[in-house]
């Protein structure tokens, strides 16, 4: 049982700063706000993105921001029509 117990801390330690280590590498790229709102106009899918972003030569860390950045939009600009067509 405390075998157990042990490998889970272990496990969750590892996820832990795995995860924290992407959001430092990620906070620290530069977004392009310009292009992500070309992407929004033109309603762009993540892998188009993705692909665009690989052929510009990025980096993991910059495209995920960005798709990161893009979804966060996207997310907010759907909360505010629902929000609209509520009242």
Request: charged fraction near 30%; include cysteine; proline fraction near 0%.
């Amino acid at each position: 049982m405390n075998i157990c117990k042990e490998v889970i801390k272990i496990i969750y330690c590892f996820l832990f700063i795995e995860e924290n280590r992407f959001n430092t590498m990620s906070e620290a790229v530069s977004i392009n706000t310009n292009k992500i709102q070309q992407w929004i106009v033109n309603k762009s899918d993540v892998e188009n993105i993705r692909n665009e972003m690989m052929a510009l030569g990025h980096d993991e860390f910059s495209i995920e921001a960005h798709i990161k950045e893009y979804k966060k939009i996207i997310q907010s600009k759907k909360q505010e029509r629902d929000l609209c067509l509520q009242v």
